[in-house]
């Protein structure tokens, strides 16, 4: 009877034991599970920090081979401004667009460079649209708020030549907004 006895306690003890190990293993399993949530959460949003600047950083770059590539094709100053207006945001679509962009201006800067009557006729239709835009600040534009814009962009209200600095900042020198992107 007593060896009954004890092998019944050394069961019970070892049921209490399993008993006791279970709730522990269970809330040790649990706060495992809650560390690698969170792993995978930081390790998630730092990939997606790291892309994010690799994105803008070859953005930046291929936005500055196109505005040499714009100047040097006299590409329309309006194109230039919607594209950047549509084109603004930093993603992996846009980043496709301006790469497309790029080879289309490469071609047609081959094409330019081969034909001067095609670069007469683009550097006249340039030409054009830029006195367009000249006589609309001269004359659609409120004098108010022209001299507005002239102070704004750091132009002195009294110097020759402000439209077209004008003109430049808005359209040529965007350098400075690419680089605080």
Known sequence: IQKETNTKLKSIKLLQTYLKTSSLRKRHINTMNSISRCQAVLRG?????QQKKLLNMNLSKIRKQILGLWEKTFTALMYRAKFWIVYEQPTYLNLAIHNEELDRLNNLLNRLQTSKTAQNEAKLRFDAEKQELRRLLKEELQQNIRESLYTSWGIN????????????????????KLKSK
Do not use: M
Not at 45 to 49: A, D, M
Not at 157 to 176: A, R, V
């Open 45 to 49: 949003t730092l990939l997606r920090n």
């Open 157 to 176: 209200i009294k110097s020759k030549n402000k439209k077209d600095k004008l003109l430049n900042e808005l359209f040529l020198t965007n350098q400075s």
